[in-house]
């Protein structure tokens, strides 16, 4: 029931801005916390963003400050508008939720910044 599509992964180049954008359908996601993960290759998972249902935001440093997570709430979908964008941000993000303790994610959508 529940799914989390993303989309607008793109190459671009460095200092260049992109927005992503996570479709969820059979969960709320004013009531649910959503993240963005990111995967480069070679790399372990990290997250890039998160947000509670109430809104209140959290970002690892490497991004903080460059990237924005959002929510619509109306159209039930989470963005990430990146900003400033550096090669090593290069990695497939992926959209995730927890909900009745069960882990959601999407398939990703890539990001390729080149110098």
């Known amino acids: 029931q529940v799914q989390l599509v993303e989309s607008g992964g793109a190459s671009v180049q460095a200092g260049g801005s992109l927005r992503l954008s996570c479709a969820a359908s059979g969960i709320h996601i004013s009531r649910n916390g959503m993240n963005w993960y990111r995967q480069a290759p070679g790399n372990q998972r990290e997250l890039a963003a998160a947000?509670?249902?109430?809104?209140?935001?959290n970002y690892p440093d490497s991004v903080k400050g460059r990237f924005t997570i959002s929510a619509d709430n109306v159209k039930n979908t989470v963005y990430l508008q990146m900003h400033s964008l550096k090669p090593e941000d290069t990695a497939v993000y992926y959209c995730?939720?927890?909900?009745?303790?069960?882990?959601?994610w999407g398939r990703g959508t890539q990001v390729t910044v080149s110098s």
């Open positions: 995730h939720t927890s909900h009745n303790w069960k882990d959601y």
């Open positions: 947000i509670t249902g109430g809104g209140t935001t």
